[in-house]
């Protein structure tokens, strides 16, 4: 139902634009609109309750309703563009002669007759509307007539497996009870030990509790094992608690409060262990606790939930992790082959040598999840030890096993975090359908499509859709529905992917919706009706849609950018070559948000002015031939930039040309190097005043060490390039790294600083470190001794790799050999034996 909810919110916020835009509608237009809108928002409130129902629990009519209206919003949605298009016409051109001036009033004509008929159009929409409330209420049947068979939740068995049976959390198991058992100082004061199991839906986290409760529960006077679910009955739930730590029957009431007091009366003098399984809501964890007395007799608690939010509130979020591969492999042997005909000590090799390549190939799209290594392995029992059927079940997953029960359980079992989201978050993922399998996914560029659909929409004035993005896509990772991708040098998220088997689910609800089609490219479409189609030819995709609001341009593929493009006044990304040249009156698209890469030389120098009018943008990347003293004043205009970005390709330093600009507070990633040089480290770079800092690449003529000691104080930078003016460099003596300074620093470039020291606790995450250049004579002339080449890289515990580009202009050969000799031996005296690049 998402995509019928997506339409009808761009549907209903188009009508309003129509209401208040200047499109000269008649007053009975207005109030035929004005109908139609109120109308529609009705709908889109009843088919909110229709969208967070499964399919297999929905009343047939509810989802024949829910399709008519899904394709009626976009018939409305497709007339009001059209509408919008005929009526901006050609108005603003320039006439040019008898040609254009002929033109233009068969253009007008054209926009009269259609103004005309807009009327008519309406109201025949309006009767569609009409229409389709309508038969929804002709055709319904009393609920009470239709006795539906009541469906058992499939998680329900995971308490019951054997424990012979169990694969792989034998590691996880004695893990967890360690951390439930060890004495701190929090169980000391008399506090409940809680440790929350956070995890994937089907990774294995209620059997894990279960394997826990089983081994420790007879340690404890008493103990109790409760599921809570998406739709809890509280009094049920309550209970069973009750009834389970005391052993008892509870026949006085059924009152959630008295529950509660009896429970936790029965507790205050006992020593309990409790499991609450399967927790959606931070706010019905805290009415449980309320029936677990804080006592000084040592009592555990388990909580399990798929939601990382609510295990941090609740305490000690542990992050159940996938299946090894070798536990992979035994998982599936075992339930494809047998225990006794499945040498579990061997798990390099498939019993059946022809089949080792394709159940790689299983295991690789099951990424360690056991429920999905158990629901292959159903589909795979019964067929022939034969490649090619293998092969046919690994190809068929989410286009030909629809029926398949096991299946149809695995998808149930996920499904139940898709539908517990609000519906703008499922519109979003399944939006990820379109992607192919294994796909890493830009999270800025998600987000602008997001935008281009028009699935976020902000009710907040000046709110960023982009930071709403963000929101969205922070929260589908919270929900561990995708899979976030760090970067490799700085720790943050640049990307995502989705599991196989989430793919598999939201392309099956695609296709039920039809939300989105997807075909390789020697395929043809099989639908009348496309509203997205994604072309995919093995990991590339290629996604038609029907709208857009960023451009990018193919590299060399254009000198210039059109001059047309400044008409695009709704414009929100412009992503270019920096080879590619903008036209004048750039400034005009003042909705633009991110700009790269905009080159700035003596053509178009004007067009610094330019850019100072652009002031929504957060992201600017800018590409200069030659240095322009306006820069700064231009800069010092755009208030909420977040990311900036400035290059060169002229050699000649600017000293100081960008000391009269202060950075806005929103700034957390800054990239300034090579030709544009500040003076002096500004006295806005500090933590007080750049709170969201995490990146920064930055060139300062001189850099005392309490300048430094500044940089170092930045809790959440994680990427720092510092280069300092080797002339300069005589005058500081040895920068010191000082203990507590860059606490999560990950990756650290230094250029031209001269000799370091990094002492003991500085730099305690930091992976990467980088000198370019490192000069040996500077090194050398400290005090004639090569020790003085002593960075001390035994204090950055978590050093992976250096890279050192030596100077060594007017250096003989051996000072150079013996250099390098003193840079291997500390990367081989340190505990990690860094990889170590010397150029």
């Not at 025949?124 to 007539?145: A, C, F, M």
């Not at 996880?172 to 409940?192: C, F, H, P």
């Not at 199991?197 to 986290?205: A, P, Q, R």
């Not at 080797?726 to 003596?733: A, C, D, F, R, S």
């Amino acid at each position: 139902m998402e995509l019928a909810m997506g339409a009808l919110a761009s549907t209903i916020f188009k009508l309003g634009g129509l209401l208040v835009g200047e499109y000269n509608l008649q007053k009975g237009v207005k109030g035929e609109i004005l109908f139609l809108k109120s109308e529609l928002e009705s709908l889109q409130g009843a088919l909110e309750k229709v969208s967070d129902t499964p399919a297999d629990q929905l009343d047939i009519q509810d989802n024949i309703w829910a399709k008519d209206l899904r394709e009626l919003s976009y018939y409305i949605d497709d007339s009001i563009d059209r509408f919008m298009l005929h009526s901006k016409g050609t108005e603003s051109a320039e006439l040019h002669g008898l040609k254009d001036f002929i033109d233009r009033s068969i253009g007008l004509f054209r926009k009269a007759m259609f103004h005309r008929n807009i009327s008519a159009k309406i109201r025949d929409i309006k009767s569609r509307v009409t229409e389709v409330s309508k038969r929804r209420d002709r055709y319904r049947i009393n609920s009470y007539v239709v006795n539906k068979p009541v469906s058992v939740d499939p998680r329900l068995f995971a308490r019951y497996e054997k424990a012979t049976d169990l694969v792989g959390i034998d590691g996880a198991r004695e893990e967890l009870i360690q951390i439930l058992m060890a004495k701190n100082e929090v169980s000391d004061k008399g506090q409940n030990k809680i440790v929350s199991i956070v995890g994937f839906g089907g990774l294995g986290k209620t059997t894990l509790a279960n394997a826990v409760y089983e081994r420790l529960k007879a340690k404890f006077d008493c103990s109790a094992f409760v599921s809570v679910s998406q739709t809890p009955c509280v009094e049920k739930l309550f209970n069973d608690m009750l009834y389970q730590v005391t052993r008892e029957k509870n026949p006085s009431t059924n009152v959630i409060q008295a529950l509660i007091k009896d429970i936790r009366e029965f507790l205050e003098k006992k020593r309990y262990f409790i499991v609450i399984d399967d927790i959606w809501d931070i706010s019905f964890w805290e009415m449980i606790r309320c029936a677990l007395p804080d006592n000084n007799f040592g009592n555990k608690i388990i909580t399990t939930t798929r939601i990382l939010s609510v295990a941090n509130q609740a305490g000690g979020a542990y992050k159940l992790k996938p299946l090894s591969l070798n536990n992979s492999r035994r998982l599936l042997f075992q339930r494809v082959f047998g225990n006794e005909n499945y040498n579990s000590e061997n798990t390099e090799k498939c019993p059946v040598q022809q089949l080792a390549e394709v159940s790689d190939k299983v295991l690789k799209k099951c990424a360690g999840v056991p429920l999905a290594i158990i629901t292959m392995a159903s589909l795979l029992a019964y067929k022939a030890r034969n490649e090619m059927e293998w092969y046919e079940v690994y190809n068929s997953v989410g286009t030909s096993l629809e029926s398949n029960l096991d299946v149809k359980n695995m998808r149930k079992i996920l499904s139940f975090s898709y539908f517990h989201m609000p519906s703008h978050l499922r519109t979003c993922l399944l939006y990820l359908s379109m992607f192919p399998e294994d796909h890493k996914i830009s999270k800025n560029r998600l987000i602008w499509m997001w935008i281009a659909e028009g699935f976020i929409q902000s009710e907040t004035q000046g709110e960023s859709l982009f930071e709403l993005g963000e929101r969205y896509f922070d929260e589908l990772i919270d929900r561990s529905m995708i899979q976030p991708i760090h970067d490799r040098y700085t720790g943050m998220i640049k990307k995502c992917r989705v599991h196989d088997m989430v793919l598999d689910l939201i392309r099956s609800l695609s296709s039920q919706e039809n939300f989105l089609i997807i075909h390789d490219l020697d395929c043809t479409s099989q639908s009348n009706m496309i509203r997205r189609l994604s072309l995919q030819n093995g990991k590339e995709s290629h996604a038609m849609t029907q709208s857009t609001m960023r451009l990018e341009q193919v590299r060399n593929k254009i000198a210039s950018l059109p001059s047309t493009v400044v008409q695009l006044r709704n414009l929100m990304c412009l992503y270019i070559d920096h080879s590619t040249r903008v036209p004048n009156g750039i400034g005009k698209l003042t909705c633009l948000q991110e700009m790269l890469i905009i080159r700035i030389d003596n053509s178009n120098i004007d067009i610094i002015e330019e850019l100072g009018q652009l002031t929504k943008l957060r992201v600017l990347s800018i590409f200069l031939n030659e240095w322009s003293d306006k820069l700064a004043g231009c800069l010092c205009k755009l208030q909420k930039i977040q990311r900036l970005y400035i290059r060169s390709d002229f050699n000649q330093r600017n000293i100081g040309g960008l000391d009269a600009w202060v950075a806005t507070r929103h700034l957390c990633t800054l990239g300034i190097g090579q030709s544009c040089w500040f003076s002096t480290l500004p006295s806005w770079m500090n933590p007080g005043f750049l709170p969201h800092l995490s990146a920064v690449s930055i060139a300062v003529r001189e850099l005392p060490q309490d300048d430094l000691d500044i940089l170092g104080r930045f809790e959440g930078l994680r990427y720092l390039n510092l280069e300092v003016d080797h002339e300069n460099l005589g005058i500081h003596g040895t920068f010191v790294f000082g203990s507590g300074f860059f606490p999560e620093l990950v990756r650290c470039e230094l250029g031209f600083v001269g000799p370091v020291v990094f002492q003991q606790g500085a730099m305690p995450r930091l992976t990467s470190l980088r000198f370019s250049p490192f000069s040996v004579r500077v090194e050398r002339e400290i005090d004639g001794r090569s020790d003085c080449l002593d960075l001390c890289l035994g204090n950055l515990p978590l050093l992976q790799e250096v890279v050192v580009n030596l100077r060594s202009e007017g250096d003989s050969e051996e000072e150079v050999e013996e250099v390098k000799a003193t840079l291997r031996h500390a990367a081989e005296m340190h505990p990690n034996n860094p990889t170590l690049r010397i150029r």
